[in-house]
C-alpha cells in the first residue's frame, strides 16, 4: 500500500479523465490521496473532490505565488474548511524565491499568518519552498515544538535535511529523485531517517524519469518508492509501509 502525499488532481489538467486516474491509482496499490490546495479555488475543488471519495483527503492554503492576494474573506474561509472532516492539513504555504510572483514581504506576510492558523487549529503544515531555506527555516526553527508538518518536493541538501528534521518535519520525496543528475535530493532520500520520510507525485508536474515529459499523476508514485528503495538497498514494499505509517503519523490519519 502506498499514499501520495502531494497531488493536484483537482485542477484543469485532469479535467478529462480524472475518475480513471484515480482508478489507475487505486489499480496500482496507491491507496490514499492528498489533494493540495495552493489558493482559494483549488483548495475549495480539492475539498469538493474529497467529498466524493473515500480515499481522497484534502488540504487549503494559499501557495506563496498568491501571496500577495491573501485577503481577510479567503482566510475567513479557509477557517471555515478547516473544520472540514476531510481537511487535515494547512497548506501548500511557504515562500518561493524562483519565480517570485509575490513580494517577498508578502510572501513572508503571508506565511506568518498561515503559521498562525495552524497554530491555532494544531493541523500540520505543507510548506512549498523554492530557493528560500535561509528564510523558511529560521521562521519554522522560531516556533519549533508548536509546528508540524512536511517540507514537499525536497531540493535542499543533507545538512538542510537534517535541520528541518530536528524541528520535527517530515521530507517529502518525489519525481526528482528519479533524475541521473539529481545527487543532492538521492543523498537526502539515501541518508534521511526513514521515520521522516514521506512520498509525493507533485502531479502533474515532476513525472518521474519513465515517464519524463509526460503528465505525471498519483500512479508514478510507486516509480518514487521503488527508487528510495534501491538507493537505501530495501524493498518497495517497505518503503511502501513506512511511508504509510508516516503519513498516518503525522495527519492524524488510520490508512
Known amino acids: 500500500m502506498y499514499i501520495d502525499s502531494h497531488a493536484h488532481i483537482q485542477i484543469s489538467q485532469f479535467n478529462s479523465d480524472r475518475e480513471a486516474v484515480i482508478k489507475r491509482a487505486i489499480d496500482a496499490n496507491v491507496s490514499n490521496i492528498l489533494i493540495i490546495g495552493f489558493d482559494l479555488e483549488s483548495s475549495t475543488n480539492a475539498v469538493h473532490l474529497a467529498e466524493k471519495h473515500d480515499n481522497l483527503y484534502a488540504t487549503v492554503g494559499m501557495h506563496p505565488h498568491g501571496a500577495k492576494d491573501l485577503t ?5 474561509t479557509f477557517r471555515q474548511l478547516l473544520n472540514h472532516t476531510k481537511v487535515i492539513a494547512l497548506g501548500e504555504i511557504g515562500l518561493d524565491y524562483y519565480r517570485n510572483l509575490s513580494p517577498h514581504r508578502a510572501q513572508k506576510d503571508a506565511f506568518d499568518t498561515q503559521l498562525d492558523l495552524a497554530e491555532e ?9 523554492r530557493d528560500a531555506y535561509m528564510d523558511i527555516l529560521p521562521m ?29 518535519f517530515y521530507i517529502g520525496i518525489g519525481g526528482i529523485v528519479t533524475y541521473p543528475n539529481a545527487k543532492d535530493v538521492q543523498s537526502v532520500a539515501q541518508q534521511l531517517p526513514l521515520e521522516h520520510l514521506l512520498i509525493e507525485t507533485d502531479c502533474p508536474w515532476l513525472t518521474p524519469q519513465f515517464r519524463r515529459g509526460k503528465r505525471n499523476e498519483p500512479a508514478y508514485v510507486i516509480a518514487v518508492a521503488d527508487k528510495i528503495a534501491e538507493l537505501r538497498d530495501t524493498s518497495v514494499e517497505e518503503i511502501g509501509k513506512i511511508t504509510t505509517n508516516n503519513f498516518n503519523n503525522l495527519f492524524g490519519t488510520d490508512l
Open 72 to 76: 481577510p474573506d479567503i482566510l475567513k
Open 121 to 129: 487549529f494544531k493541523i500540520p503544515i505543507i510548506v512549498h519552498n
Open 140 to 168: 519554522l526553527e522560531a516556533r519549533s515544538g508548536k509546528i508540524s508538518g512536511v517540507l514537499h518536493c525536497f531540493t535542499g541538501n543533507v545538512e538542510m535535511m537534517h535541520r528541518s528534521v530536528e524541528l520535527g
